[in-house]
């Protein structure tokens, strides 16, 4: 055939850009949106120990192209840095480790810019207001429990998320400390989790069209029932069980599997009657919000909406007056693809969209109302942010942030009310609640070990258990016995009791985990610092970005055994 | 434990560099010189046996030097290892650059492998990374015999089956050196896995494979006649409109041209249609199968693959894949972190490291050509041109063109009247050294 061309092909307005072809595999992850969030970031990495998990997770942070980063170090580079650090030459030796990393990570990205803070910890939080041009922090232990006191206090004031980080050889951990409300629209579920058909809920340009659709389905010619988009055969045979059932609506298990027979009964294998077969059992659920959604509906910044509040709070208000009117969420107003003819998809697609567009008009019109009696002078809220809002409307989160727990030297650890949880955790198999407990008397030893005072040069010399050359037995006991003691204060804290043998094994557990923590001196492997650093680098994209959703509030990866675990601390 | 025991600081000799410092190294040594709670004491002993293990006797071979690879050479590098070869026929595009961190805007358009190597061993002296820009296939038995370990880091299904097939087809029971262990990377958005495979003794890629299932192809009429959403007109374009139009040029999904072509005349499709949504963007990622990838995903997963090399060759720790250990951690990050690491068993019935046939139901009034079709389909075979034969006869060979011409005949015949119930049937794919053998019952 000789080729034909199209007389005058469309214009093409969207050619991507040089930087659209940059991050293209990123942006079909987070969006032009969370492209932009992460290019208004400054983020603060303060380091004292060998610091490669936290250069790790800024490599992982630079590449995708975040506003700025700096990194407090007042350390000089010396031979066994180069050993584990990549972000460091030979050429770096006795330089600055800030500023040499800072030139070695700029490099992965000219649209990012980096800062080194060369001085020490003490005297950068001794003035006033240094926290406020960075949008998160992240610490890297070891550090002094009062300088890390005093950063969590200054972040927390300013509503900084922030990151607390250990990496000691073939162990990791981090905290996040977020803001007491961070809510999240665009949690990103999955793809099958998003399908909202309403079909024991339609409206009425949904019926029309199903009655239309199905109208004398029974003498269709088997072309026509087979392109019968299956929603419509849903909604038919849903109605036709309601006239047989006086118009009850099939919720119950038995009631959809009979429903389910009926159509297979009459479509045999058909294509789009088997799409309706499968759909059933997950289409025919009343649009109900899920606990974490109800949760934020009835939030006390929902219920007293505050005139400063966040848009979000003013958006939940607005979708809970909504919901409360009609009893079901604003419509998403997607439509899975299903076997029909193109108009006819084409057509329903547009009843879903056009439904989904007055749900959001409606809920627009009532953010309205609430801003004007907020005494807003204009409306201020993006109408894109409730848009976005009405469509995720059943998967919005909200992580009630949670303050890190700060190991002091000669107070015991408080759990206060997760001590009942924790301590059940103590010998859940799959947990780590024992290497969480480690690490704390990891803190608790660098405190008590470390000379009070900064050196002279200006760095600090922070002793970890097990220091290249120390006693590291006599350390792994010394480690061993605070972190039992931790283990003995939380079984009490909780009031409950944990018997042998699992108690001889828990405190067995305890003393490898501690033994195996004095082995590294406190000193990184790089591939766990690596790997350490990638999780850190996804919990903070998620933070920055406010899309999926972030580890709430502490994980611990161990190495060994390759694999992780969350707890709420 | 007497403190005695380990030497605390190990300077082993270094052949022929009587310069060469281990104050570098200073951690690691004193990692290695001190016994570990977790490791065998019969396997590990501290000091300058693991030490040497790593930074002499061990030859590593990395296949891929793109996302995962580039981690993985770094990662590598700062583990101790110096004597690493990489494999990777790609060249480096734009697109890389946001997580492949080891390449720069002036290297867009030379080979991977070469810049990769040559960037590490640059930033990390005494480290000899030797690149080899090609296929793994262009390599024999002989090249993969002298390594001790393999470590993929592939975004590609076919290469991974190809060298697990080629590790497993290399063990010899006398020669112990034979056994290459493979670890394995893989990644999407914000999850992936790792995976340790011993070669024979622990289930391989190909038992695995059904863990990959290929995504459902869009029927060809639906594409033809009712599309309905903007990938089905980008397909339409992609697999119609192209060998309608311009069967003469060979598509080429990196040439912008060729892309900007189907992102037309999909858009004029969907025009007409009414159908909303067609993009370049969703051009080029259905016909380019784009798998989103970032920079931390890669760094979590080649993090994993070199810390169990690490574990399996100083024995510091134990490594997942011993047998009857787990073998195989899934990472998944987009709603918290999860984890979930487990032991994949290993298949009597793998065509790779198996030994028993598979039992497959065929109907047998379906035409051999419907049951080729159905293998590429098919989780555990996923075979796009396969060979089949029974003992006795040759049913179908796509190749070479004397035999596809003289067995085409069969491709219209009945299963029924080429087969007998409970008769054996041998399929395999020249793009693998594999065959399935299964025994056909008639349903």
């Not at chain 1, 990791?172 to 998003?194: C, E, R, Y």
């Not at chain 1, 009425?204 to 087979?226: C, D």
């Not at chain 1, 309706?276 to 007293?304: F, H």
């Not at chain 2, 991977?112 to 590490?120: G, H, W």
Request: net charge negative.
């Amino acid at each position: 055939m000789a080729p034909k061309r199209t007389a005058t092909p469309p214009p093409l307005h969207d050619l991507p850009t040089a930087k659209e072809k940059k991050y293209d595999r990123q942006l079909r992850l987070w969006g032009a949106s969370g492209q932009q969030a992460l290019e208004e970031t400054h983020i603060l990495l303060i380091d004292n120990g060998s610091g490669v998990t936290g250069t790790e997770a800024l490599k992982n942070l630079v590449l995708p192209g975040i506003g700025q980063f700096s990194i407090l170090d007042p350390a000089v580079v010396t031979e066994a840095d180069l050993g584990v650090n990549f972000f460091l030459e030979d050429e770096s030796l006795g330089k600055f480790r800030a500023e040499e990393t800072v030139r070695l990570l700029v490099e992965l990205n000219p649209d990012v810019k980096g800062t080194a803070v060369k001085e020490p910890l003490e005297t950068f939080l001794a003035k006033d207001g240094v926290f406020t041009p960075y949008t998160l922090v992240l610490v890297a232990a070891p550090i002094e429990p009062t300088n890390l006191a005093q950063i969590q206090k200054h972040t927390a004031a300013l509503n900084i998320p922030l990151f607390y980080l250990h990496s000691v050889g073939y162990y990791a951990h981090f905290s996040i400390q977020l803001p007491p409300a961070f809510p999240i629209v665009d949690t990103h579920p999955d793809a099958t989790a998003l399908d909202d058909l309403r079909v024991l809920k339609p409206w009425p340009e949904l019926i029309k069209f199903s009655q239309e659709k199905t109208n004398g389905i029974q003498s269709m010619s088997a072309h026509e029932k087979g392109h019968i988009p299956y929603v419509c055969l849903l909604l038919h045979y849903v109605d036709k069980w309601m006239a047989e059932n006086d118009g009850k609506l099939p919720e119950a298990y038995k009631d959809k599997t009979a429903v389910r027979n009926m159509i297979r009964a009459e479509g045999g294998d058909e294509e789009n009657f088997e799409e309706a077969y499968g759909a059933v059992l997950k289409s025919l659920n009343p649009p109900k919000p899920s606990s974490s959604v109800r949760e934020i509906l009835t939030a006390p910044e929902t219920q007293q909406l505050s005139p400063n509040a966040a848009s979000f709070w003013f958006i939940a208000r607005a979708v809970q007056e909504f919901y409360n009117k009609h009893g079901v969420l604003p419509l998403p107003g997607g439509l899975p693809d299903m076997k029909a003819h193109s108009n006819d998809y084409i057509s329903l697609q547009k009843i879903y969209k056009e439904k989904a567009r007055q749900d959001f008009a409606e809920v627009t019109s009532t953010v309205q109302q609430l801003e004007q009696t907020a005494g807003h002078s204009k409306p201020i809220i993006d109408p894109k942010e409730i848009e976005n809002f009405c469509k995720g409307a059943a998967h919005i989160h909200l992580v009630r942030g949670r303050p890190l727990q700060i190991a002091q030297p000669g107070a015991d650890v408080k759990f206060n009310d997760r001590a009942k949880a924790l301590a059940n955790e103590l010998t859940n198999p799959e947990g780590l609640m024992g290497l969480y407990i480690a690490f704390l008397a990891f803190d608790d030893f660098v405190a008590t070990h470390s000379p009070p005072t900064t050196q002279a040069d200006g760095t600090s010399s922070l002793i970890a258990p097990g220091e290249p050359g120390a006693d590291h037995e006599a350390d792994a006991a010394k480690l061993t016995g605070i972190a039992h003691k931790i283990v003995d204060n939380l079984i009490t804290e909780a009031g409950t009791r944990i018997e042998d043998p699992e108690y001889s094994e828990l405190k067995e557990e305890i003393e490898r985990l501690c033994t195996e923590i004095t082995r590294a001196g406190g000193k990184e492997l790089h591939n766990i610092a690596s790997l350490a650093g990638g999780m850190i680098a996804q919990e903070i994209i998620k933070v920055l970005t406010a899309q999926y959703i972030p580890v709430h509030n502490c994980c611990l990866f161990d190495g060994i055994a390759s694999r992780s675990s969350v707890l709420r601390i | 434990m007497a403190a005695t025991m380990q030497p605390e600081a190990v300077r082993p000799s270094m052949n022929g560099e009587s310069d060469f410092s281990r104050a570098k190294w200073a951690y690691l040594d004193s990692f290695l010189s001190r016994p570990g709670a977790y490791s065998d004491p019969e396997m590990f002993v501290p000091g300058e046996i693991p030490v040497k293990s790593i930074s002499e006797s061990a030859q590593i071979l990395v296949i891929g030097a793109g996302g995962l690879g580039c981690e993985i050479l770094k990662n590598l590098a700062l583990s101790g290892f110096r004597n690493i070869h990489v494999i990777d026929m790609d060249t480096i595009d734009v697109s890389n650059l946001n997580r492949q961190f080891l390449f720069r805007a002036k290297d867009v358009g030379k080979p991977k492998a070469s810049v990769a190597a040559e960037f590490v061993m640059k930033r990390v002296p005494g480290c000899n990374i030797t690149p080899f820009v090609g296929k793994i296939q262009d390599k024999d038995e002989a090249y993969y015999k002298q390594f001790n370990l393999v470590i993929c880091g592939l975004d590609s299904i076919e290469a991974r089956r190809w060298i697990n097939a080629t590790l497993i087809d290399m063990v010899d029971d006398e020669d112990p050196d034979s056994l290459k262990p493979l670890i394995d990377g893989g990644t999407e958005g914000f999850k992936g896995q790792s995976r340790v495979i011993l070669p024979t003794m622990t289930s391989c890629i190909e038992c695995q494979l059904d863990m990959h299932a290929p995504r459902a192809a869009v029927p060809l009429c639906t594409l033809a006649t009712i599309p309905r959403q903007p990938q089905h007109c980008i397909e339409w374009a992609h697999i119609i409109k192209w060998e309608e139009e311009r069967k003469d040029i060979q598509l080429d999904t990196d040439e912008p041209e060729h892309i900007t072509w189907l992102y037309q005349k999909a858009l004029s499709r969907a025009e007409e249609f009414g159908i909303q949504g067609v993009t370049y963007s969703m051009t080029q990622g259905v016909v380019k199968n784009i798998i989103p990838a970032i920079a931390s995903t890669n760094a979590i997963i080649a993090a994993s693959c070199c810390n169990e090399a690490f574990k399996l060759i100083s024995s510091s720790a134990p490594s997942l894949g011993m047998p009857g250990t787990n073998n195989y951690m899934q990472y998944t990050g987009d709603a918290g972190v999860y984890t979930f690491t487990f032991e994949h068993q290993k298949k009597d019935d793998c065509p790779v490291c198996g030994n028993l046939p598979k039992d497959l139901t065929v109907d047998p009034e379906q035409t051999l050509e419907e049951l080729i079709e159905s293998f590429a389909a098919r989780p555990e075979s996923q075979l796009k041109k396969p060979t089949l034969k029974t003992e006795g006869k040759s049913l179908y060979f796509p190749y070479p063109p004397s035999l596809e011409e003289q067995t085409r005949p069969n491709l219209k015949r009945k299963m029924k009247d080429l087969l007998s119930n409970g008769e054996q049937l041998a399929v395999s794919d020249p793009a693998y050294p594999i065959s399935f053998r299964y025994n056909v019952s008639f349903s």
